[in-house]
């Protein structure tokens, strides 16, 4: 992933640095609940080769039609979401996962106030540091 798809990707997912998680640290990733309202989103961890972001969208806010170089899925933890991709919608519930192919431009509407775990491999397979 070059710098300026780094760079993008963060300013559309993680709008603000949060301390990430060191490997072995148990990090809680429970529905937020009756506080899914007040939460943002954050990046949970972040290696060379992966990032794996909580994000949190309230009923009708989207994230704009996007990429990234690497696989990524998105696991719904609360609410419905749709995720747009290669010209089809999907409507996660919670509890549902989607797997997307590296490049694929998507993006995501919150359906309900909304949750995901979204799992980003920054390396793709052949890729060089």
């Known amino acids: 992933m070059s710098s300026s798809d780094v760079a993008a990707h963060e300013r559309i997912l993680v709008p603000m640095a949060i301390e ?19 939460e943002k989103t954050v990046a949970l961890f972040k ?3 992966l990032e794996v972001i909580r994000l949190v969208l309230q009923a ?8 990234v170089p690497g696989e990524i899925t998105i696991h719904c933890l609360e609410g419905r979401m749709a ?4 010209g089809t919608r999907h409507v996660l519930a919670s ?8 490049g694929v ?3 995501v509407t919150a359906l309900d106030d909304a949750s995901a775990l979204v799992t980003i491999v920054l390396q793709p397979p052949g890729a060089r540091s």
């Open 60 to 67: 009708g806010k989207a994230l704009p039609p996007h990429k």
């Open 105 to 107: 431009v998507h993006d």
């Open 47 to 49: 290696s060379d080769q």
């Open 83 to 86: 995720v747009g991709a290669d």
């Open 20 to 38: 990430h998680a060191q490997p072995g640290q148990p990090v809680n990733v429970s529905p937020l609940g009756p506080r899914l309202a007040g």
């Open 95 to 102: 509890g549902q996962l989607l797997y997307l192919g590296g």
